[in-house]
């Protein structure tokens, strides 16, 4: 530990008026090792400023003191984040407990409303703020992301990107991830406000059965990707990028590559996502050649097809690319979903780091 490290801490300590057997070691680390996540370092407040000044409006005038660009309602969310943790944590000491309880006492009875920092805000619905429904998870904040995890609860500034073995981007685990944060009523509304008819394919049995438009699960892919990847990590993420391509008539061609992602500080995308909702073969084989029109203009590692669908078979029975786009890097998953958005299944074809070809069929996401 640096110089400058330890006497922030020491000084801390003396600050909190710690008692010999306090130990905030634990805590320490749970957010010393997350603090990369914040913005520009903001949660440095509570490492560099004395428990008893803690409140969220000197939270604000430091952090606009010490930072040129702040985003909206972000110290609001990176301050009572980071109090729930210092609340929830066992080894919080007394000193600092009761400041924090104090501080949440005060915020919940003032009823301010607030909106969650992924919640709906496709919708602008606000919520009532409360003391107990937070839950932190600060045993996982440590390793990768191992199965579900909300982002979002307290722990939501702190989901960890998911890596390969190799340290690339895990993009199948983070398109799992962000579709468990899907509003479902939103998506339960677009059966009967943004929707298409399901035509031939089964549908609960049914045909001709109305369900949600493309639309309805690229806005709320991209909302939950911006939240989480771009304010929280910096990654780039870009809907709708418009692209021109001559085509064999001589003419230009308007293109719109649905979604990418991309490291900060990166040279190329981590990946290309092209969308449907509820297609059938033909629409799906072309999708599957237009990817590679917005390859020759958009240099990505990875290209995915992720199709939402209501077809009954589609994750029992899915269907996959020749053999040769899947040579040349098309990967695909096809997520089904029931009509209120409660359940959530997965089959998907793509490549692993060295380059063997993986499946997964009908893999439960959410229940």
């Avoid at 913005?39 to 930072?67: L, M």
């Avoid at 009572?80 to 407990?97: E, H, K, M």
């Avoid at 009761?98 to 009875?109: D, W």
């Avoid at 399901?198 to 690229?218: A, G, I």
């Amino acid at each position: 530990m640096s110089t400058s490290a330890t006497s922030r801490y020491s000084s801390l300590d003396e600050n909190l008026n710690l008692n010999e057997n306090d130990s905030i070691i634990p805590l320490r680390q749970n957010i010393d090792g997350q603090r990369r996540v914040f913005k520009k370092g903001r949660v440095e407040y509570f490492w560099s400023v004395p428990c008893e000044t803690w409140s969220i409006q000197h939270f604000k005038s430091w952090s606009a003191d010490n930072f040129d660009y702040i985003e909206r309602n972000e110290e609001y969310t990176i301050f009572y984040n980071t109090l729930y943790i210092f609340r929830d944590d066992s080894v919080t000491s007394q000193g600092i407990l009761e400041v924090v309880k104090n501080i949440l006492r005060k915020k919940k009875v003032s009823g301010k409303k607030i909106r969650k920092p992924l919640s709906d805000t496709s919708n602008q619905q606000e919520v009532e703020e409360v003391l107990e429904p937070f839950e932190s998870d600060l045993s996982a904040f440590p390793g990768p992301v191992v199965g579900k995890r909300s982002i979002d609860n307290v722990s939501d500034m702190y989901v960890d990107i998911p890596l390969r073995n190799d340290g690339s981007t895990d993009i199948l685990e983070i398109l799992k991830i962000a579709i468990c944060e899907f509003d479902q009523g939103t998506i339960a509304l677009g059966s009967s406000r943004s929707y298409k008819s399901s035509n031939h394919l089964c549908v609960d049995s049914m045909h001709f059965v109305n369900v949600p438009r493309e639309s309805t699960y690229d806005a709320e892919l991209h909302r939950v990707l911006v939240n989480w990847l771009r304010k929280i990590h910096g990654y780039e993420i870009t809907g709708q990028w418009h692209l021109e391509q001559v085509g064999d008539d001589g003419d230009f061609h308007n293109l719109y590559c649905d979604l990418t992602i991309k490291k900060p500080d990166s040279l190329h995308l981590e990946a290309l996502l092209e969308f449907l909702a509820t297609a059938s073969i033909s629409k799906l084989n072309e999708h599957f050649e237009q990817v590679f029109k917005y390859i020759k203009q958009l240099h990505s590692k990875e290209i995915w097809i992720v199709h939402f669908s209501r077809e009954d078979s589609v994750v029992t029975n899915p269907y996959w690319p020749s053999e040769k786009l899947q040579e040349k890097g098309l990967n695909v998953v096809h997520f089904w979903h029931d009509r209120e958005f409660k359940n959530v299944r997965m089959s998907a074809r793509f490549r692993d780091v060295t380059g063997k070809f993986c499946e997964i069929i009908d893999e439960q996401i959410l229940s």
